[in-house]
């Protein structure tokens, strides 16, 4: 489901690559590359977030996790558009990720599943410690998709 501050998150991501294509990199030169780099750069800053009240659970903030939460959340669906096709190819997604669709696949989905858990878990959570479990899921999945498919 995408709120409207996902919604305007993706427009302004399509802004700034309008706006970048001169750069010179070879994935200026390829839209799905690009995006689904910035929004992996994203998601590692929201998980940061994420990841530093887990260590420090005197400084969970219940609102502030559950936008991280809800930042990645909103933005996933669209994540897994930025490697479909044969145009999308490249960049440091191993050729797995096209040879091996099914699995791939199967990947995104245990991370969606997991997402939506923290997700939902954030909205009544007052403690780190309510969302330890789910924090945990969600962040050990991004480490296997990575090591199965990222180069
Ligand atoms: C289903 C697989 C999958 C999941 C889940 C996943 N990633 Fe990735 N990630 C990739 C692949 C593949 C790449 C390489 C993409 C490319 O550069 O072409 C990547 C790249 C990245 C990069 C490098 C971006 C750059 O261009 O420098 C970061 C950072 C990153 N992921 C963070 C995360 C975080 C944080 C999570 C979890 C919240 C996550 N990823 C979840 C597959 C995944």
């Keep these: 489901m995408f709120n409207k501050i996902a919604l305007t998150a993706a427009l302004s991501a399509t802004m700034i690559l309008v706006g970048c294509n001169n750069s010179g990199t070879s994935a200026a030169n390829n839209p799905q590359l690009e995006e689904r780099s910035k929004l992996m750069k994203d998601w590692r800053q929201a998980n940061e977030g994420m990841k530093a009240m887990m260590e420090n659970p005197d400084t969970f903030d219940a609102a502030t996790f559950k936008e991280r939460a809800d930042f990645i959340a909103d933005s996933n ?30 990947k995104t989905e245990e991370f969606t599943a997991s997402i939506n858990a923290l997700s939902a878990a954030a909205a009544t959570a007052t403690t780190a410690a309510d969302v330890e479990a789910q924090y945990g899921e969600m962040a050990s999945n991004c480490g296997s998709c990575h090591k199965a498919y990222k180069k």
Excluded: Y
């Design 77 to 106: 669906a669209a994540m897994w558009t930025h490697f479909e096709g044969d145009a999308a190819k490249g960049g440091d997604a191993k050729d797995e990720v096209w040879t091996d669709a099914e699995g791939f696949r199967a």
